[in-house]
């Protein structure tokens, strides 16, 4: 019933910039912190950043703080990450989720490629 769905163009250039969405569904998204994870063949799953119920406070790694903005607008119960100045070791398969009941919940991700 669950249901988070990843979209958002997946290839970049160094320095450019991409925006992820992900549409939820069949929970109470307004009641609920969203989050991006990211999982690479080097640095394996990676926090990226968190955002809280109405959008008034987010956490980002140190890896992308300054470069990525995360926001959501839950009138659309959607999740968005902006990536500005993109870097080669951005590159990953980019998971939303959200901790609905007891489960974590997961997208089935997105593939984030930044090469020249």
């Known amino acids: 019933q669950v249901q988070l769905v990843e979209s958002g163009r997946g290839l970049a250039q160094p320095g450019g910039s991409l925006r992820l969405s992900c549409a939820a569904s069949?929970?109470?998204?307004?009641?609920?912190?969203m989050h991006w994870v990211r999982q690479s063949p080097g640095k394996g799953l990676e926090w990226v950043s968190s955002?809280?119920?109405?959008?008034?406070?987010?956490w980002y790694a140190d890896s992308v703080k300054g470069r990525f903005t995360i926001s959501r607008d839950n009138d659309k119960s959607t999740l968005y990450l902006q990536m500005n100045s993109l870097k080669p070791e951005d590159t990953a398969l980019y998971y939303c989720?959200?901790?609905?009941?007891?489960?974590?919940?997961w997208g089935q991700g997105t593939q984030v490629i930044v090469s020249s």
């Open positions: 989720l959200s901790f609905v009941r007891w489960a974590a919940e």
């Open positions: 955002i809280n119920t109405d959008g008034g406070t987010t």
């Open positions: 069949g929970f109470a998204v307004s009641k609920h912190f």
